[in-house]
């Protein structure tokens, strides 16, 4: 028995193909919505995930930052208490300053200067006299410079020659002078002591 389809074929093999491709073309969004889905919370994820290592990177920076900030407070507490221990023992050393200036200056007076006023102002002490010559005074600027540690820098103010009366008859001539110089403490007459021995030291060795 012979069978004959009398049905359009051809339309129903068209509609056929339509609906698979429709269903091929949903099937494909779904997928892709699926896949754009999944990237999309990866990077949420990923996002999430950095921005709590920030946060984490944060907190850290700012307990550095007091950190460093109490550091800070803490050096200049110590460099505040290291200078007032140096005023302190610059005040304790600068109380024989005055035995060290007296001392020295009978050391180092030439013969024939006489000292008629002396007066300090900190560090710098003025001095007035007499000498029986211009010679005597250079020999004492000799001294103060060369020979003692304690005194440093003199400078020759002035300089008058005049007569003193020594009698009724004799007349003597002076030249009257006005200088100032410096009184060193005790610490830089240590730290000039040290140096001069290390130079020596290197020296002897050189040799």
């Given at each position: 028995?012979?069978?004959?389809?009398?049905?359009?074929?051809?339309?129903?093999?068209?509609?056929?193909?339509?609906?698979?491709?429709?269903?091929?073309?949903?099937?494909?969004?779904?997928?892709?919505?699926?896949?754009?889905?999944?990237?999309?919370?990866?990077?949420?994820?990923?996002?999430?995930?950095?921005?709590?290592k920030?946060?984490?990177?944060?907190?850290?920076?700012k307990?550095?930052?007091?950190?460093?900030?109490?550091?800070?407070?803490?050096?200049?507490?110590?460099?505040?208490?290291?200078?007032?221990?140096?005023?302190?023992?610059?005040?304790?050393?600068?109380?024989?300053?005055?035995?060290h200036?007296?001392?020295?200056?009978?050391?180092?007076?030439?013969?024939?200067?006489?000292?008629?006023?002396?007066?300090?102002?900190?560090?710098?002490v003025?001095?007035?006299?007499?000498?029986?010559?211009?010679?005597?005074?250079?020999?004492?600027?000799?001294?103060?410079?060369?020979?003692?540690?304690?005194?440093?820098?003199?400078?020759?103010?002035?300089?008058?020659?005049?007569?003193v009366?020594?009698?009724?008859?004799?007349?003597?001539?002076?030249?009257?002078?006005?200088?100032?110089?410096?009184?060193?403490?005790?610490?830089e007459?240590?730290?000039?002591?040290?140096?001069?021995?290390?130079?020596?030291?290197?020296a002897?060795?050189?040799?």
């Open positions: 028995m012979i069978l004959i389809n009398l049905l359009p074929h051809r339309e129903a093999a068209r509609k056929h193909r339509r609906e698979m491709f429709q269903a091929t073309m949903f099937a494909s969004f779904l997928v892709g919505l699926l896949i754009a889905g999944g990237i999309y919370s990866w990077f949420q994820m990923q996002i999430g995930e950095q921005q709590t920030n946060d984490f990177l944060q907190g850290e920076i307990v550095l930052e007091n950190q460093i900030k109490e550091i800070a407070t803490i050096e200049e507490e110590i460099a505040a208490l290291t200078a007032r221990q140096k005023a302190v023992e610059d005040l304790q050393a600068d109380r024989n300053l005055p035995v200036l007296l001392t020295e200056l009978v050391k180092q007076l030439p013969d024939g200067v006489y000292v008629t006023n002396l007066k300090q102002e900190g560090r710098t003025t001095m007035q006299g007499m000498a029986q010559s211009n010679e005597r005074i250079s020999e004492m600027l000799r001294n103060l410079s060369n020979n003692t540690p304690w005194l440093a820098k003199p400078e020759l103010v002035e300089i008058v020659s005049g007569n009366a020594l009698g009724a008859r004799d007349q003597r001539r002076v030249a009257a002078f006005k200088m100032n110089f410096q009184l060193m403490r005790a610490s007459v240590e730290k000039t002591a040290t140096g001069q021995g290390t130079g020596t030291g290197t002897q060795t050189g040799k």
